[in-house]
């Protein structure tokens, strides 16, 4: 892991959400992730101890709600505010280093992750101290095509994601999994997936990605403008809608699309009320009418869009206008210049629930300078 894995960097301890139906092997991630000898000290908040099943060969000591373990991670619940529960934890500092390499929130039976990450950015005390890393989703690739099908929480927590852990692919065959990958990517074209057995998957996929971190942002090339089969005729490599630095499997995803269009765009009746929306424009924005035009959106419509993020290119500016927002939360700021023999365009993703595409895109591209 590199020092921004840790945190170290900008002295704050990164925050990790993870999300996950039940039975998706959470329990299974969580217990690796505090009993592994793996040299770190990371804290885990649980909404229950009784789900994660701590074996007491393991604990070294319990003090109130906090359990130790005996690899140097802690684990403890959540009883009320997660806000208090965070600063308590900042209080186990120990001397001249952070007080834990990471923090991993585990959020069972709350929906939508929304309100879990609002709370890294909106309290000014959990704001110096920490910073959200990424919202990791976990997906039983079994029963998550009937779980998607039946319940808006599990299709908010893939929306949500900043990466997607397909577990349990060892119970599927790989005609289902191109199937669920297909379905999982409509519903979030952003987040890499990254298929595992027993949550077997290295802590560095799930710990440490950045996924709020707005200069990471100019690194999602794959999943970024994935446009639908060249529909905004531009087909670029680079769109594989894989991350292939993280992904073991590179899977190639030319049989994804042979398999989606065998089975014609919408071969089964999996049509959700969330998806993922891709926006391009190959012409300058005016900056000006672009942030009127994504304030008032994120005003009117903030409840239903969980995640977006955008690369911007400004008419007269060197540099490239990078956001990102979660529900109404919104931040942005002008990073890297855009090099000289870069293509610069603007391209960005909404996800979220009932988005008109066409309206969305009309008020896109009429930012154009």
């Known amino acids: 892991m590199t020092d921004t894995a840790s945190g170290q960097t900008s002295g704050k301890i990164p925050v990790t959400v993870l999300t996950g139906y039940l039975g998706a092997g959470k329990t299974t991630l969580l217990n690796r992730i505090l009993t592994e000898d793996h040299g770190k000290r990371y804290a885990v908040i649980v909404n229950e101890f009784g789900e994660i099943g701590i074996d007491n060969d393991l604990v070294v000591g319990a003090d109130e709600d906090v359990f130790e373990m005996n690899n140097g991670c802690v684990c403890c619940t959540v009883r009320g505010d997660l806000i208090r529960v965070v600063a308590g934890l900042m209080k186990r500092q120990r001397p001249g280093k952070p007080a834990f390499d990471a923090i991993i929130v585990e959020t069972t039976g709350l929906a939508d992750p929304g309100p879990v990450a609002q709370t890294f950015f909106v309290d000014e005390d959990v704001k110096a101290k920490t910073q959200l890393d990424s919202v990791t989703a976990l997906v039983d690739a079994k029963h998550v095509m009937a779980r998607l099908d039946d319940s808006k929480e599990a299709r908010e927590q893939v ?22 990958e297909r379905r999982l990517r409509k519903l979030n074209p952003l987040a890499p997936i990254t298929r595992a057995e027993r949550a ?3 802590l560095d996929q799930v710990l440490g990605l950045g996924g709020f971190d707005l200069e990471r942002i100019l690194d999602i090339k794959p999943e970024f403008a994935n446009p639908g089969h060249g529909e905004d005729g531009h087909v670029h490599d680079e769109h594989c809608g894989h991350d292939h630095a993280h992904d073991h499997h590179g899977h190639d995803h030319a049989h994804a699309h042979e ?3 065998a089975h014609g765009a919408r071969g089964h009746a999996h049509e959700d009320d969330i998806k993922g929306i891709s926006l391009s424009l190959d012409r300058p924005m005016d900056g000006t ?3 009127a035009w994504l304030d008032r959106l994120l005003g009117e419509q903030g409840q239903n869009i969980l995640r977006a993020k955008g690369i911007i290119d400004v008419s007269g500016e060197d540099r490239r206008l990078v956001f ?3 529900h109404m939360i919104l931040e942005g700021e002008l990073q890297k210049p855009w090099g000289a023999l870069e293509r610069r365009w603007s391209r960005a993703v909404f996800i979220g629930r009932d988005l008109d595409e066409a309206e969305l895109r009309k008020g896109f591209e009429a930012c154009a300078a």
């Not at 929306?159 to 669920?180: H, P, T």
């Open 324 to 326: 990102q927002a979660v």
């Open 289 to 291: 009418k672009f942030t």
């Open 200 to 202: 077997d998957v290295p």
């Open 259 to 261: 398999h989606e269009h």
């Open 159 to 180: 929306a949500f994601a900043d990466r997607i852990i397909l577990n349990k692919v060892d119970l599927v065959s790989e005609a289902d999994l191109v199937e669920v």
